[in-house]
């Protein structure tokens, strides 16, 4: 995509990724709420406020001449899977807790919204520096 190297879409890129990733292991916890000795798992979270400060400050471009700029790139947002046991077990050492999964669901999934919501945005702006019409 040409505007793969615009450092904030790209951020937004790697979020929602990271979201839609997420969301795809707490499906896999719920789905084995029943499985004896299942341990639920999530993903380590990457420093996304440290990059979206970055960008607030201006931190994402660099000028090498008056009249240039070059984009830097920004930090990957790898992730993990890692074990999280939630607060309850069952006696057959199962540990996902339904309600705790089906929160962290929610979160995710607002997360989600207020990304595309962005990146949503970040592409209206380009279009109306462009005059392309909104229609």
């Not at 937004?12 to 990733?21: G, I, P």
């Not at 798992?41 to 009249?67: H, I, K, V």
């Not at 890692?82 to 996902?96: A, E, I, L, Y």
């Amino acid at each position: 995509m040409i505007f793969d190297g615009i450092d904030i879409l790209s951020s937004l890129k790697t979020k929602l990724s990271w979201l839609s990733d997420r969301q795809t292991i707490l499906s896999r916890n719920i789905a084995n709420a029943s499985t004896p000795g299942y341990v639920p798992q999530d993903l380590t979270t990457p420093n996304f406020s440290a990059a979206l400060a970055e960008a607030s400050r201006g931190g994402f471009f660099a000028t090498t001449n008056p009249r240039h700029m070059r984009a830097r790139t920004v930090a990957d947002g790898a992730a993990r899977v890692v074990d999280k046991p939630d607060s309850q077990s069952s006696p057959d050492g199962n540990r996902v807790a339904v309600e705790e999964q089906m929160m962290k669901v929610a979160e995710t999934q607002m997360e989600y919204a207020e990304a595309t919501g962005l990146y949503k945005k970040v592409f209206s702006l380009w279009r109306t520096a462009l005059g392309v019409s909104q229609a």
